[in-house]
């Protein structure tokens, strides 16, 4: 009865009908990359605060093209190399500090890995959960064994499983090395961005290894700058930071900054909270198009079909009805809406699950993060399906307040 009465009502006006589905859609997308943002950023702010308590400094690395091009001239490598040495030595003997350099590389199997160097500070900062096996203790970073035990993401484990060994050249260095999986990472297990709280690196293709004593005699200028970015300085004051500084900057070879985590978080608010203000009033104004259509289109359908209306009423339709087929008509543009906002979320979260090296995910555009997918999903249907269920009962509890011989007219 419901189907027959939408189809001979409220379907009647095609062109309608298909512009409120539109402009549900466009609300459907807007609205969820939007919550999918906020939930991110909350996520990655809660994941910093250990960073926060500790009063830590982050380094940012600043150098120019010009610096760049210079120093990594054939010619002039093995004089930045040596500058890098005795930079990373200073730093080694004289601060307390986190360290974490990434370079991307090949397993054996033609599986595309970042092979990720860590120092033993990284994990106190960067809570990674363990699925299987153990973290690195003391002995890995003493360890001078031809052996280097590693962590490995849940889908480097797929084919490197714990206990296996294998081999890799490992980019940064430019050597093959052998590695044993001593721990497999929790599936989706990431690094946030200390600079864009809506970025995280995610590790399921990546290798941890241990920053070992036989490494840190050898720090290359490329591993020392890769691990400039995110460098965590920590218990050291303003003044031990500046000759942190002026080490890193002598000779005019780099340009590295630190700076706080509070000041990075406050940055990064600074500009996010206006283009996450400009999405919500966009998907607002959408939403109120949406509802301007439903309300208008559900009006005139209703008008214009009183007289049927009427003639079901006398024939046992109760008013009730014409409320609840009005109400059945939009929860099913309602789900059909939210339907392409599904399939694109679900397929670009198992592209990104399974991608290749470094995935790292901006959440306005992209990003993988099941709960808050869930979330913000299911978030954005409720209030679609709040906002213009209520709109579309409203005008069909209008129409029932008409008397009914108002409703059969002149005819």
Known sequence: MYFEFIKNVFLKKVVLTLLT???????????????????????????????????????????TGKQFSRNFKQKNLAKTNAHARKVFAYLDKNYHYS???????????????????????????????IAAGRKFNSADYASSSSSIPVLVGANVAKSQPLGSKFTAVNSSSGKKEHYQVVGVLQQNANVPSVYLLDNQ???????IRPLRQADK??????????????????????????????????????????????????????????????????????????????????????????????????LG??????????I????????????????????????????????????????LLPRAETASLLISFVLMLLITVFAIALVAASFNRKPLALQMGDE
């Open 317 to 326: 339709m109760r008013q009730k009805d014409v409320l609840t087929a009005a």
């Open 328 to 367: 059945i008509y939009q929860l099913v543009i309602d789900i059909l809406a939210i339907v392409p906002v599904l399939l694109y979320a679900g397929s670009y979260s198992k592209m990104l699950a399974a991608s290749s090296v470094g995935s790292s995910s901006q959440i306005v555009l992209n990003g």
């Open 201 to 207: 690196n995610y590790l399921n293709n990546t290798i």
């Open 21 to 63: 589905l539109l402009c549900l859609v466009s609300f459907g997308f807007i609205s969820y990359h939007l919550l999918r943002s906020n939930l991110y950023v909350i996520n990655n702010e809660r994941s910093l605060q250990t960073l926060v308590k500790r009063k830590v400094y982050v380094g940012n690395d600043q150098s």
């Open 217 to 314: 005699a050898s720090v290359t200028a490329a591993q020392l700058l890769a691990a400039a970015q995110d460098l965590i300085v920590f218990d050291s004051s303003r003044a031990e930071l500046a000759k942190l500084t002026r080490k890193f900057n002598q000779g005019n070879f780099f340009k590295i900054r630190f700076i706080s985590v509070e000041k990075n978080i406050s940055d990064f608010y600074a500009s996010y909270k206006g283009t996450a203000i400009m999405f919500a009033v966009f998907s607002l104004a959408i939403m109120a198009v949406a509802v301007l259509i439903i309300v208008w289109n559900t009006w005139n359908c209703l008008n214009e079909e009183q007289s049927e209306i009427a003639l079901r009423i006398s």
């Open 99 to 129: 360290l974490r350099w990434s370079f991307d590389s090949n397993l054996n199997n033609g599986d595309s890995v970042s092979i990720d160097t860590v120092n033993s500070n990284f994990f106190k900062f960067y809570l990674l959960h």
